[in-house]
């Protein structure tokens, strides 16, 4: 009997980053992802316990573009549409528990941290599914916390400024560089091959940490143009900050 795939699992429930709690809820186990960039992934968020609105610090703690009403300056490209759906899913009881069955990731490639920070899965999580899986991206903005420095292996420092750039490095991370309007890209870095080529995440697989993803990684940093809607590249790159 053909074993069939799940919808989506809650990984676990841990510790966010503020002092409440999120469900680490993995999707697109057995759906195509519909993301035009990162290509077909399964997908693992960071859900806030206490709802999506007033918590985000909880699940993507110092980042920078939290929006204005929870201390950052805007410019988060993830829709709060697509976030209520999760959180209705979780509520409606349509994703059980994760068994641990590495099979739910096999031969799947995986986006950690689609909404959230990635460093808030348990580091024995990480290190199955990337075991399982065909590859695996991921990126963190908490990356300056010596206690996440087992995850350089897997994921990268997301930046925002050559300072920051160099900081991570310094640090032991790979970094992904998201440059404010204005910033010098260091010397080195590459161009995320989406916005030259149209690689998708998923066949590109350069943003795997040190360790890299299946195929290996030319440890190489990466640096991006801002992406998403228009008002929100304007908030990112400070014009309504």
Not at 100 to 109: A, M, V
Not at 219 to 229: A, E, Q, S
Request: proline share 5%; hydrophobic share 35%.
């Amino acid at each position: 009997m053909t074993r069939q795939r799940k919808l989506g699992v809650i990984l676990a429930t841990v510790a966010g980053l503020d002092g409440g709690e999120v469900y680490l809820v993995a999707t697109n186990l057995s759906r195509v992802s519909g993301n035009r960039k990162i290509g077909d992934c399964a997908q693992v968020w960071t859900i806030p316990t206490g709802g999506l609105y007033g918590h985000q610090r909880d699940a993507c703690g110092a980042c920078p573009l939290l929006p204005q009403t929870e201390g950052g300056g805007g410019g988060c490209y993830v829709s709060k549409l697509h976030l209520t759906g999760i959180w209705s899913a979780i509520h409606a009881g349509a994703y059980a528990p994760w068994d641990g069955d590495e099979r739910d990731f096999d031969r799947l490639h995986v986006r950690f941290g689609a909404w959230g920070d990635p460093c808030l899965v348990p580091l024995p999580i990480v290190e199955r599914i990337a075991r399982c899986s065909l590859g695996w991206l991921g990126y963190s903005h908490e990356w300056r916390r010596p206690e996440n420095r087992p995850y350089a292996r897997y994921f990268m420092a997301s930046v925002h400024t050559a300072a920051e750039a160099q900081q991570a490095s310094a640090a032991g991370w790979r970094w992904f560089m998201s440059a404010f309007a204005g910033e010098q890209i260091p010397a080195g870095a590459v161009q995320c091959p989406h916005q030259v080529r149209g690689i998708q995440c998923r066949d590109c697989q350069l943003c795997a940490g040190t360790d890299g993803s299946r195929g290996g990684s030319r440890l190489v940093n990466i640096w991006t143009d801002p992406h998403g809607p228009k008002n929100v590249v304007r908030q990112f790159n400070r014009g309504e900050q």
